[in-house]
């Protein structure tokens, strides 16, 4: 490790005074203009990792669901998955060290991590379409290049292709080809042959409009448009040619605003869907006959495809094991329709893809999504294997369900929730069910809900037990959020502290839209007085 060549171009790449930054969830994120040392040392670390884990890692140039003027950047692990929980705290050190201490950090980390130096390192990179993605993701190669590691810059992807090379890369080529052109073949094939039955039989041609959020999966949906069959046709809207990315559209807005975004043309009950920036969440809506706007979020999404594989398995009736795993933002109605009328069993983690990830391997088919629409299945080895031996043995209702099976594990990224391979999913189960989409809004009926952020001084003055369900600290608040919680109907809350920035998270169910913004300003309130409030006070009415 040439620590002195590490020194000389660091200085290129300067780390502003006073800049502290946290990996969490989603890597690193912040204003574009401070990560041009987050960058370069996240190359850096990259090359540790590699000659860790004798493996390829990625690096994705990306802030997802974040304004244009943001940027971030996350590491992504042999397998495809998130970075190890114990290199999220070497990123950290290794972000803020100031400029003298960077070579003994790196030292540190890797003889903490018993890292071998002698071995070598391949790096993959992808980005998304911000303004700021390609300077920093020189940044990143100057990093991983000056410590000696080989790299790939694949250029613009979404964040799931990028996990999707990786793994592919790892795997020998087992779970496919590592190139954009086998992703594309690897998915669509799937596809074709999952909704084969259904487009023969004279549902043959299906219209979905989509709101790519002005971002990357524009660009990649339109190249994969002409490998799916003709029974579906995919209109792209906010496809990056005029608006900002992520401004008034894409799946965060349309979820959290609870309405469709600008620049697309809805007619009534025409389905709907909506990527975040980087192509990892999908939600869907429509308008019904009289105007009314309906959000499908990751909750009926998980409903769906969870009650699709719990249909397969009872025809193929091996034992095999299916769990639905949700965070505390699932709507209760969802996890009483999953339990009490579908008969799956439920499990709830803490907020955060790598908890869901992490339960739903403990099954032999795991489905998670958070309500803001990311999420994806994962199947264990073992049922991949048996699912796979019964499409080749079985007789013909066994085996024709054992086929759909391999063919949904086949569309599905297991590495991540990836936008365009749940959609082709979710397709193939209208399509094969005869399913509209108002059908499908119509399995439950969600209880309406409301998230608020209250700015706090400190968000480490809050801290929470029971999936992030009850609050520990500070002392009185979860008695006065319980008190609240009793003055309404089917009612609950539940407040958490954002793992980036000083705000706190309030969430509130009712058996009103009225009552479920009443309690959600109360319990708001309760958090600024209890919590340490800054600025502005909780109004009415937000």
């Known amino acids: 490790m040439d620590l002195d060549a590490v020194t000389k171009q660091s200085v290129l790449h300067a780390k502003p005074d006073g800049l502290v930054l946290q990996y969490g969830t989603a890597g690193f994120r912040t204003k574009a203009e401070h990560l041009d040392h987050v960058m370069f040392r996240m190359g850096l670390l990259a090359v540790l990792r590699s000659k860790q884990t004798k493996s390829t890692i990625g690096v994705m140039v990306t802030a997802s669901h974040n304004p244009e003027e943001d940027n971030g950047v996350k590491l992504v692990d042999p397998l495809g998955e998130m970075l190890a929980a114990s290199w999220e705290e070497h990123a950290t050190c290794l972000a803020n060290a100031e400029e003298q201490h960077l070579p003994r950090v790196l030292v540190d980390i890797s003889e903490k991590a018993a890292v071998d130096l002698h071995q070598d390192a391949f790096v993959v990179i992808g980005r998304d379409t911000r303004p700021s993605s390609e300077r920093l993701s020189q940044s990143v ?81 339109a190249e994969m448009k002409h490998y799916f069959s003709p029974g579906l046709s995919v209109q792209l809207f906010n496809d990056g040619t005029k608006g900002k990315l992520n401004h008034l559209c894409g799946a965060d807005f349309v979820k959290s605003h609870q309405k469709p975004p600008q620049g697309i043309e809805m007619r009534a009950n025409e389905r709907c869907c909506s990527f975040d920036g980087d192509a990892d969440r999908i939600v869907y809506y429509y308008h019904d006959a009289d105007g009314q706007f309906h959000l499908i979020d990751g909750d009926k999404i998980a409903t769906l495809i969870s009650s699709f594989l719990k249909e397969l398995l009872l025809e193929i009736g091996d034992g095999l094991s299916l769990g639905v795993v949700q965070t505390a933002y699932a709507n209760g109605s969802s996890t009483r329709y999953l339990e ?9 983690t803490k907020t955060g893809v790598k908890h869901l990830h992490h339960k739903a391997q403990e099954f032999d088919i795991g489905v998670y999504f958070e309500a803001n629409g990311h999420g994806t299945v994962l199947f264990s080895k073992a049922a991949e294997t048996k699912i796979k031996q019964l499409a080749k043995e079985s007789e013909d209702e066994k085996r024709k369900a054992a086929k759909m099976l391999e063919n949904i594990i086949d569309l599905f990224n297991q590495t991540i929730g990836d936008a365009i391979s749940d959609m082709l999913v979710i397709e193939a189960i209208l399509a094969l069910k005869g399913l509209t989409v108002q059908q499908w809004d119509a399995l439950y009926t969600d209880l309406p809900n409301r998230q608020l952020k209250v700015k706090v001084a400190d968000r480490q003055v809050i801290s929470t037990t029971d999936a992030e369900r009850q609050v520990v600290k500070p002392p009185g608040l979860q008695e006065a959020i319980n008190d609240l919680v009793k003055k309404y109907r089917l009612s609950r809350a539940f407040v958490r502290p954002s793992g980036t920035e000083d705000i706190v998270r309030v969430y509130a169910e009712a058996d009103s839209q009225e009552n479920t913004d009443s309690l959600a300003y109360e319990v708001s309130l309760a958090v600024f007085q209890l919590a340490g409030g800054i600025g502005e006070r909780p109004q009415r009415g937000f």
């Open 340 to 348: 009490e009328v579908m008969k799956v069993p439920v499990y709830c």
């Open 141 to 221: 190669i100057d990093g991983v290049t000056v410590l000696g590691g080989q790299f790939y810059d694949y250029g613009l992807l979404t964040t799931p292709q990028l996990h999707y090379m990786v793994f592919c890369r790892n795997s020998n080529g087992q779970y496919g080809k590592a190139t954009v052109e086998g992703y594309y073949q690897k998915l669509s094939s799937a596809f074709v042959e999952l909704t084969k039955q259904a487009f023969c039989r004279g549902d043959d041609h299906r219209t979905l409009k989509v709101d790519c959020a002005n971002g990357i999966g524009a660009l990649k949906l």
